[in-house]
């Protein structure tokens, strides 16, 4: 390390007094959890709640506290569990009988109060998760903009269902109703975006929601409380805090959860299933693994299949299911291509989620830092290089990204998702051998291909798209647009999700049906022009 970089690597975390007034954040110890459409004070055990950034002081670097969570027990989870199983009421309860009309002007207002605590909320994703200014922006932008798409989304569905269809001399309408209550728990990367695909869609459509929240990005949630406490009735929405090997186990073992929603680990989801004593009752939606590769073949264009995967591997440290995890590189072209790329990742600036310009920021999970280093010993040991200068530079909670090569198949790395700011290259000579490893990896959410030549790329998406369900050409993988569908195959997904998608993941069809007699149509005109049902109705929503 040169001694300018020395100096910009040794300053990364900063005192008290250097931090802008603006980015500033008091402590909140939060006191309170929300059930049944009230806020529940809570004057029982707490939840240290730290930030990933350091604060330099007179005793050396020390984790900035930023506040504090109810830690709630197996009572207070059961008592949560029931308030939604009754505000769902097998189906009756006041908000999955609520006419779709009403249940969007409830999610509008709940978005006008959402959009009030902005500022808070961004600044919150910062400080709890490192995530940067610009990305932590976007990350509330873009799911405002969901929720106005899924409201959208609704209306449009809605009045598709708007009339009644007739075949083989039976009447019908057909819509969509709710499933039941649904357990609700997201990742740390995304606490606000990733948790509101799911939780968002299942609320709207009906559904009664128990709402666990991540273990990092929880205080993000906590400007949020009254904003769900003022728009939904009660009981729409619960919130859980504390430990979820304690807390959701009994949950799930009451079999009253209708629906797991769930993103994280496939090991950890497949557990929660088997604790339902009705699997078959249970409807899961599961963003799970992924170890998403990247294929350079020797046709490629570098400047971009470099800059993409910058983007890919690199994007908040890392820490995304879309993130590219592993690259394969044809042997022809690995020199050129592994130097282009040491040095875009030798330019990118670490430092504090504030900082102008900053891409490398601190991680929250505090076991990150030795796994990330294991992962790149390991690689070290069995015959790789860390090529780019300050790779795998750890201080505290940061952590430089490791250019590693070469990778093979007897490594960590190469099976592992590290989640983390570790890229893996892998040289390759014949095709298939991107292919084979995709064929026999465990997950298959993306895959990545940089090439220009026509015919290899025809030949690499006819190979990938029965074995990934998404194949990017020339670009990273990613989940957006929220419109086009977001699954994987095998370990990495349960389900569909997207503006469009979620609605159904989250509902049933279901459907009022007649013969098509002239006492039967009286009938259903005069329910519907008298407006009796919910459910029976012409109504057009605009």
């Known amino acids: 390390m040169n001694s300018e970089n020395a100096s910009t690597f040794g300053q990364i975390f900063k005192s008290e007094n250097e931090i802008p007034e603006e980015y500033k954040i008091k402590e909140i110890h939060q006191k309170e959890y929300l059930l049944n459409g009230e806020l529940i004070q809570w004057n029982g055990e707490t939840t240290a709640i730290y930030s990933p950034v350091y604060i330099r002081t007179e005793n050396g670097l020390e984790r900035k506290l930023l506040g504090s969570i109810p830690n709630i027990g197996v009572k207070e989870a059961i008592e949560i569990l029931d308030a939604s199983v ?26 006008y109060l959402m959009i009030k605590q902005r500022d808070l909320v961004i600044k919150l994703l910062m400080w709890e998760i490192g995530k940067t200014l610009p990305d932590s922006t976007k990350e509330f932008d873009r799911t405002v903009d969901y929720i106005n798409q899924t409201i959208d989304a609704l209306k449009d569905l809605d009045r598709e269902s ?26 740390f990367n995304y606490p606000l975006n990733e948790i509101f695909t799911t939780l968002i869609p299942a609320l709207i459509m009906g ?3 128990l709402f666990k929240l991540p273990k990092h990005g929880v205080l993000a949630h906590y400007p949020l ?11 729409t929405v619960n919130t859980l805090y504390g430990k979820g090997s304690e807390i959701i186990t009994p949950i799930m073992e009451s079999g009253k959860v209708n629906v797991l929603a769930f993103i994280g680990s496939s090991k950890v989801a497949n557990g929660l299933k088997k604790l339902h004593p009705k699997v078959n009752r249970l409807r899961a939606i599961l963003s799970l693994d992924a170890k998403n590769a990247a294929i350079v073949t020797k046709n490629a264009d570098l400047d971009v299949a470099v800059s ?9 440290n890392g820490q995304r299911c879309t993130a590219l995890k592993l690259i394969f590189v044809q042997k022809e072209i690995a020199e050129e291509f592994t130097q282009k790329l040491s040095n875009a990742v030798r330019e990118l600036k670490p430092g504090l989620p504030w900082e102008k310009d900053v891409k490398i920021t601190p ?3 505090v076991n990150k830092p030795q796994y990330l280093k294991e992962c790149i010993d390991d690689a070290l040991q069995k015959g790789a290089k860390v090529l780019n200068e300050n790779g795998g530079f750890t201080d505290e909670s940061f952590v430089f990204p490791a250019v590693v090569f070469p990778v093979n198949s007897e490594m960590k790395l190469y099976h592992e998702e590290q989640f983390g700011p570790i890229i893996p290259i892998v040289p390759f000579e014949n095709i298939n051998e991107p292919i084979d490893y995709q064929i026999n990896a465990s997950h298959g959410m993306q895959v990545s291909i940089f090439s220009e030549d026509a015919k290899e790329v025809s030949q690499l998406i006819d190979s990938f798209v029965n074995l990934v369900s998404r194949v990017n050409i020339n670009c990273q993988a990613q989940r957006g647009p929220d419109v086009f569908p977001f699954t994987g195959r095998k370990d990495s997904a349960e389900g569909t999700l997207s503006v469009f998608d979620a609605l159904r993941s989250f509902s049933i069809r279901s459907l009022v049906a007649a013969k098509a007699t002239e006492s039967n149509k009286n009938l259903l005109n005069t329910i519907v022009r008298d407006h009796d049902s919910n459910f029976l109705s012409t109504d057009y929503l605009f």
Do not use: H
């Open 363 to 365: 991680l929250p999970e």
């Open 86 to 111: 009754k505000a769902y009421d097998s189906g009756f309860g006041e908000w999955p009988t609520m006419s779709v009309e009403n249940r969007i002007k409830c999610m509008q207002k709940f978005v």
């Open 225 to 235: 409380l009254n904003a769900f406490k003022e728009a939904f009735p009660k009981g």
């Open 162 to 187: 708007s009339r009644f269809e007739q075949a083989e001399g039976t009447i019908a309408q057909i819509r969509r109703a709710p499933l039941g209550v649904v357990l609700s728990m997201g990742p």
């Open 207 to 209: 559904n009664t929601l």
């Open 308 to 316: 993409e995967c910058i983007l890919g591997a690199l994007s908040f």
